[in-house]
Nanobody
Framework: QVELAESGGGMVQDGDSLRLSCGTS????????VGWFRQSPGKEREFVAAIDKSGGATWYADAVKGRFAISIDFASYTVYLQMNSLKPGDTATYYC??????????????????WGQGTQVFVSS
């Protein structure tokens, strides 16, 4: 059973916006914190943002703070990542993942126990 599935990636230009979606299951939605990570070619996967099940608590990497926004659609168990003012440096494969509510660190990918397949974002200059 697929617990998380990303969609919404694509090719955009510098300064454009894009919204990524992460479809989850009710079990994931209620029992975990959902996060977004990204990985550029030749680089390690890095934390982007995370949100708790109430939507009341969010966390962001400094590199995206003020440009990206994570949110939840409670009706469809979907977690969104709205990406504004995109830069070529945001080019990466974006993954959504879940971590238990007892996670020691939301920023550590090893704390996440299920991942989506990834969706690619390419930002041209």
């Amino acid at each position: 059973q697929v617990e998380l599935a990303e969609s919404g990636g694509g090719m955009v230009q510098d300064g454009d916006s894009l919204r990524l979606s992460c479809g989850t299951s009710p079990r994931t939605f209620t029992g975990y914190i959902v996060g977004w990570f990204r990985q550029s070619p030749g680089k390690e996967r890095e934390f982007v943002a995370a949100i708790d099940k109430s939507g009341g608590a969010t966390w962001y990497a400094d590199a995206v703070k003020g440009r990206f926004a994570i949110s939840i659609d409670f009706a469809s168990y979907t977690v969104y990542l709205q990406m504004n003012s995109l830069k070529p440096g945001d080019t990466a494969t974006y993954y959504c993942a879940r971590t238990p509510l007892t996670s020691r660190s939301l920023y550590d990918e090893s704390e996440y126990d299920a991942w989506g397949q990834g969706t690619q974002v390419f930002v041209s200059s």
